[in-house]
């Protein structure tokens, strides 16, 4: 294992931990974690995203209700590339209510990262990826408006705002 991989571990570490103690203390720790740190353990799940819609409750563009949107939209033009964002195995791949074709990763520490909405999945279940790897290709399959990436991060099942993992997203764009 490199200095590099033993780095990224420690931080996924220190991340993990730092989430369990939240959850069990109520205290917000994610706060401690700096974007930085996040950074450095992950990349980002497609070049150049855009969010095109933010984690929390929001009127649901299909339906028109209130409801909590539990990951982050990253707009895209269809078949753009979407890669894990770290080392992993892939949990499920195929279609999913209205997250249509879907990719869930299980990551070290009761971590999932999830990918839905793709036009075409590249992995299998119980395959392992890599950072990097590319899964799947933007789409909009399911309850999507148009083509775009939306993307979860979850830790023992309840879903964390992922936008602490990429710095410098925004809605211009980053990474």
């Known amino acids: 294992m490199t200095v590099t991989q033993r780095i990224k571990h420690l931080i996924l570490f220190a991340a993990a931990l730092?989430?369990?103690?939240?959850?069990?203390?109520?205290?917000?720790?994610?706060?401690?974690l700096s974007k930085e740190s996040a950074a450095a353990a992950v990349v980002y799940p497609i070049f150049s995203p855009r969010k095109?819609?933010?984690?929390?409750?929001?009127?649901?563009?299909?339906?028109?209700?209130?409801?909590?949107?539990?990951?982050?939209?990253?707009?895209?033009?269809?078949?753009?590339?979407?890669?894990?964002?770290?080392?992993?195995?892939?949990?499920?791949?195929?279609r999913y209510k209205g997250y249509g074709k879907l990719?869930?990763?299980?990551?070290?520490?009761?971590?999932?990262?999830?990918?839905?909405?793709?036009?075409?999945?590249?992995?299998?279940?119980?395959?392992?990826?890599?950072?990097?790897?590319?899964?799947a290709v933007v789409g909009s399959t399911g309850a999507a408006t148009g083509p775009h990436l939306h993307f979860e991060i979850r830790l023992n099942g309840k879903p964390y705002n992922p936008e602490w993992l990429l710095p410098g997203l925004s809605e211009k764009g980053a990474g």
């Open 18 to 32: 730092l989430i369990s103690l939240h959850i069990l203390t109520g205290v917000p720790s994610l706060a401690l």
């Open 52 to 94: 095109s819609s933010a984690f929390g409750v929001r009127a649901h563009p299909i339906f028109k209700v209130k409801k909590h949107h539990d990951g982050i939209d990253l707009a895209a033009p269809k078949g753009t590339p979407i890669r894990s964002i770290m080392d992993g195995w892939v949990v499920f791949a195929g």
């Open 103 to 135: 990719v869930t990763v299980r990551h070290k520490n009761g971590f999932t990262s999830h990918y839905a909405h793709c036009d075409t999945i590249k992995v299998k279940v119980g395959q392992h990826v890599t950072a990097g790897e590319i899964i």
